[in-house]
T-cell receptor
Framework: GEDVEQSLFLSVREGDSSVINCTYT??????LYWYKQEPGAGLQLLTYIFSNMDMKQDQRLTVLLNKKDKHLSLRIADTQTGDSAIYFCAERFSGGYNKLIFGAGTRLAVHP | ETGVTQTPRHLVMGMTNKKSLKCEQH?????MYWYKQSAKKPLELMFVYNFKEQTENNSVPSRFSPECPNSSHLFLHLHTLQPEDSALYLC????????????FGSGTQLSVL
């Protein structure tokens, strides 16, 4: 079946690292994504990783992919208050036109 | 600003009303999508249009009727909705329907009374 799971809430202190985890089910997924949604806004593509990669780094963001365990994580270094948002993990389901299966989202709260 | 504009931002309608949601993209993309975001549920793909042709209808009830007159515009016509249809409706576009990068609009927050 198609299912992407993530924890619903994460609270971190400003300046610390945040790690948001995700598990997915489709082992043939070609791309995995992280989207960010700020209050009152649509989803913004943060980063994505191709399934033949283990890691991708983009400034403060590090994506780790464990294909064996179907586990994806997003690490945000030096977390700032502006990082407070909902973060969605998504896999590109191999069965159809760009069918992205999203998780329910992890709400990241950054406190002083 | 993502280049995908949705109107209206908020909509309140009764169950007997007919209304339409509009989406316009200024990115030169050829694929457009409707997603539904309900509270505490994952985003649900509703419809996909690729080069103006509908390529996916994800078992959406007929009270939701999409229209894609050209590659830049996408509508969602609503009639006889139910209160459980209240949600944030997000439009997205991509270069083509097999392209991995989606650009989302800010959504229309719909309340059905």
């Amino acid at each position: 079946g198609e299912d992407v799971e993530q924890s619903l809430f994460l609270s971190v202190r400003e300046g610390d690292s945040s790690v948001i985890n995700c598990t997915y089910t489709d082992s043939s997924s070609t791309y995995l994504y992280w989207y960010k949604q700020e209050p009152g806004a649509g989803l913004q593509l943060l980063t994505y990783i191709f399934s033949n990669m283990d890691m991708k780094q983009d400034q403060r963001l590090t994506v780790l992919l464990n294909k064996k365990d179907k586990h994806l994580s997003l690490r945000i270094a030096d977390t700032q208050t502006g990082d407070s948002a909902i973060y969605f993990c998504a896999e590109r389901f191999s069965g159809g036109y760009n069918k992205l299966i999203f998780g329910a989202g992890t709400r990241l709260a950054v406190h002083p | 600003e993502t280049g995908v504009t949705q109107t209206p931002r908020h909509l309140v309608m009764g169950m007997t009303n007919k209304k339409s949601l509009k989406c316009e993209q200024h990115l030169g993309h050829n694929a457009m999508y409707w997603y539904k975001q309900s509270a505490k549920k994952p985003l649900e793909l509703m419809f996909v249009y690729n080069f103006k042709e509908q390529t996916e209808n994800n078992s959406v009830p007929s009270r939701f009727s999409p229209e894609c007159p050209n590659s830049s515009h996408l509508f969602l016509h609503l009639h006889t909705l139910q209160p459980e249809d209240s949600a944030l409706y997000l439009c997205a576009s991509s270069q083509e329907a097999r392209n991995e990068k989606l650009f989302f609009g800010s959504g229309t927050q719909l309340s059905v009374l």
